[in-house]
C-alpha cells in the first residue's frame, strides 16, 4: 500500500566516456576484452527466471575474427517459445499489480549497475559480438540504454500523473493499466540498447515479455539479461528466447493472449507480421498493438550554401560510423554542382583516412559487417557499381572476408538520381552520391522526397535559412528526425525522440513518451458520490 506520491524528476542524458589514452575507463576496458575473449561462454535460454540450456549449441564468433570462439548458445524450439508464453503469463498477475516504485526501482538500478559495474561488461560483449568500436559501443550499450531505463521511467510517472477533471459531486480518475496478454519483443543486431529497450518499455508498463534477439546480437542481449535480474526483475518478467523467426510467429501470433509486438528489423519482416496477425484477428481477446521501426534510406541534401567541410564530415561520419549498420545512416547524398569538387575531394580525403580493422584496437573507426549474408550482398552491390558505366567508385570498394566481413567504406558517385544504391536499403558503409544543378535546388528536393518508399532520417545542410525553411516543409513526410547542418544519425534519448513514418514504420518514437502510450490500455473510473434515487429529470415536470 502506497502512503505518498512519488517523483522521478527529468533525469540527465548519460555522460559519454572518452576513453583516452591513460584514461581508467580505456585500461578496464581492454582488460575485459581480453578476459572476455580467454573464456568460451555457454549462454542459456532464460525462461521464468530459469536458465534453459538444450543442447543445441551455436557458436558465436566476432564479425572481425571469424576463427575465433566467444562461446555457444542453446537454440531452442517452438516448445520453448510456448514455455515463454506460459510463463509470461503465469508472472503477469503478481507483475501488473506491484506498486509502481518497486517496479520502476528494478529499472533505476539496472541503469545504475550498467553505468558502474558492468560498464565495460556490456560494452566489451558488444564489442566483440556485433564488431562495434570503443565509441560507438559506448554510446550504444552504455549510454543510450541507460537513457532508455531512466528516462521512460520518469516518462511513464508523468503518464501516471495525467488525470481527467471532476465536476461537482464527482470524482473521476484514470487508470493505466497493461494490455491483457503478453507482448513480443523482436530486437535487431544493430543496437544494444534497442535490445535492451523494446522488452523493457513494454515491461515498465507491467506488462509481460517473450524476448526474441537477432542470433547475431545474444552475446550482448544474455548479458543485458543477466543484469535485470541481478536488479531484481521477478521470474517470467521477461523471457529471453534464442529461436528463428517463423518459430516465434508461429507460436505467439496464433496465441489468444497476444497483446502486441514491439519490433525493429525489415520492412519485410514487419509487413509479413502485420497481415499475420490482421489474418488472426479473431482468435485474439484485444486488438493486438503492433509497432514497429523498420528500415531507411536516409538522406543528406546540401545547398549551394553548404560549407563543403561541414558537407563532407556529416557524409564520413554519418555514413561510415558503425559501418553504416544503423537504420538512420546517411545512404544517399546530393550535392549541388557549386560545390560537389570540394566536398568530394576533402570526403575521399576523410574517407581515406579511416583505419579499419579489429575492435580490441581503438584507433579502428572502421571494424567489420555483421555476418557473411550481409557481406555477400554488400559485395554484390559494389562489385556491380564497378561493371556499370552510370556509377563511379570514388574511394574505397575493396572485400576480404577471410580473417573478418570487412568492407570499406565506399562511395559511389551516380548519374541516374534513381540508381539502384539511390533507392534501395543496402545497411552497410556504402554511400552513393548525386550532383544536381545547384539552381536546381527545389527540383532536388523533390527527387529526395519521392525516390525511396522510406521515411526515417535525413538532413538538410545549409547556411541560407530560406534553403533550411524550404527543405524543412517539402520534406516534412520524408523523415521522421529530420536534422540541420548535421549528420542523419545520433538520436539522444529525451531529446530527439526516434522514429519514422512510410516504409520506415510506426513513428511511435521510441525515448518519449509516445512510445509508452502503446504499452498501455486506459480505463476511466467515475464515482459518483450522491447518485440519483429515481429515473425522473426537472425537464419532466411541466409546473
Known amino acids: 500500500m502506497s502512503l505518498g506520491y512519488f517523483s522521478y524528476p527529468m533525469p ?92 520502476a526501482a528494478i529499472f533505476l538500478k539496472a541503469a545504475d549497475l550498467i553505468a558502474t559495474k558492468y560498464r565495460p561488461y556490456l560494452n566489451g560483449t558488444t564489442m566483440l559480438g556485433q564488431s562495434k568500436n570503443v565509441y560507438q559501443a559506448e554510446i550504444d550499450s552504455a549510454c543510450e540504454i541507460i537513457d532508455f531505463l531512466r528516462f521512460n521511467v520518469h516518462f511513464l510517472s508523468e503518464i ?30 544493430n543496437f544494444t540498447a534497442i535490445g535492451g ?54 507460436a505467439c501470433f496464433n496465441h489468444p493472449d497476444f497483446a502486441g509486438v514491439h519490433f525493429t528489423g525489415s520492412t519485410g519482416v514487419f509487413n509479413h507480421m502485420w497481415a499475420t496477425i490482421g489474418a488472426n484477428m479473431p482468435k485474439y481477446k484485444s486488438y493486438p498493438r503492433i509497432v514497429g521501426e523498420t528500415g531507411g534510406k536516409d538522406f543528406v541534401i546540401a545547398h549551394r550554401s553548404a560549407d563543403p567541410d561541414v558537407v563532407a564530415t556529416a557524409l564520413a561520419r554519418g555514413a561510415f560510423e558503425y559501418q553504416g549498420q544503423k537504420c538512420s545512416a546517411a545512404s544517399r547524398a546530393y550535392i549541388p554542382s557549386n560545390i560537389a569538387e570540394a566536398v568530394k575531394k576533402k570526403l575521399i580525403d576523410q574517407v581515406s583516412r579511416m583505419k579499419m580493422g579489429t575492435v580490441e584496437d581503438f584507433t579502428n573507426f572502421v571494424n567489420a559487417v555483421i555476418d557473411e549474408k550481409s557481406y555477400d550482398k554488400l559485395k554484390k552491390y559494389i562489385d556491380n557499381a564497378r561493371k556499370d558505366r552510370k556509377a563511379k567508385i570514388l574511394v574505397g570498394g575493396n572485400c576480404d572476408k577471410k580473417k573478418g566481413f570487412y568492407i570499406e567504406p565506399t562511395v559511389i558517385e551516380v548519374k541516374d538520381p534513381r540508381y539502384v544504391t539511390m533507392c534501395e536499403e543496402l545497411f552497410g558503409p556504402v554511400l552513393t552520391i548525386y550532383v544536381y544543378d545547384a539552381n536546381q535546388f527545389e527540383k532536388a528536393l523533390d527527387l529526395v522526397d519521392s525516390t525511396s518508399p522510406y521515411a526515417l532520417t535525413g538532413s538538410i545542410i545549409a547556411v541560407d535559412r530560406s534553403a ?27 531529446q530527439q525522440p526516434f522514429g519514422g513514418a512510410r516504409a520506415s514504420g510506426t513513428n511511435d518514437k521510441a525515448g518519449s513518451m509516445l512510445n509508452l502510450y502503446r504499452w498501455l490500455s486506459a480505463r476511466t473510473i467515475k464515482e459518483t458520490f450522491n447518485p440519483p434515487i429515481d429515473f425522473g429529470y426537472p425537464f419532466l415536470q411541466e409546473s
Open 197 to 250: 529497450n523494446l522488452p523493457t518499455s513494454a515491461a515498465m508498463c507491467g506488462n509481460t515479455i517473450v524476448w526474441k534477439p537477432a542470433n547475431t546480437q545474444i552475446y550482448s542481449a544474455q548479458m543485458f539479461m543477466r543484469i535485470l535480474l541481478e536488479a531484481g526483475l521477478p521470474d517470467g518478467v521477461i523471457n529471453l528466447v534464442y529461436v528463428d523467426g517463423p518459430t516465434i510467429g508461429e
Open 12 to 103: 540527465a542524458n548519460e555522460p559519454v566516456l572518452n576513453y583516452a589514452p591513460g584514461s581508467p575507463e580505456k585500461a578496464t576496458l581492454k582488460k575485459v576484452l581480453a578476459e572476455l575473449k580467454k573464456k568460451e561462454a555457454d549462454i542459456p535460454m532464460y525462461i521464468g527466471g530459469r536458465a534453459v540450456r538444450t543442447g543445441n549449441k551455436v557458436s558465436i564468433h566476432p564479425p572481425h575474427e571469424r576463427n575465433h570462439v566467444l562461446g555457444y548458445f542453446h537454440a531452442g524450439e517452438k516448445k520453448h517459445v510456448q514455455q515463454a508464453i506460459d510463463a509470461a503469463l503465469k508472472a503477469k498477475a503478481s507483475w501488473s499489480v506491484m506498486s509502481w516504485e518497486e517496479r
Open 468 to 494: 533550411v525553411e524550404l527543405a524543412t516543409s517539402k520534406l516534412r513526410n520524408a523523415a521522421g528526425n529530420f536534422y540541420i547542418n548535421d549528420k542523419p544519425t545520433g538520436a539522444v534519448v529525451g
Open 160 to 189: 501516471y500523473k495525467q488525470q481527467p477533471i471532476s465536476g461537482a459531486g464527482m470524482h473521476n480518475r484514470m487508470e493505466w493499466r497493461p494490455l491483457e496478454g503478453f507482448v513480443l519483443a523482436v530486437t535487431p543486431f
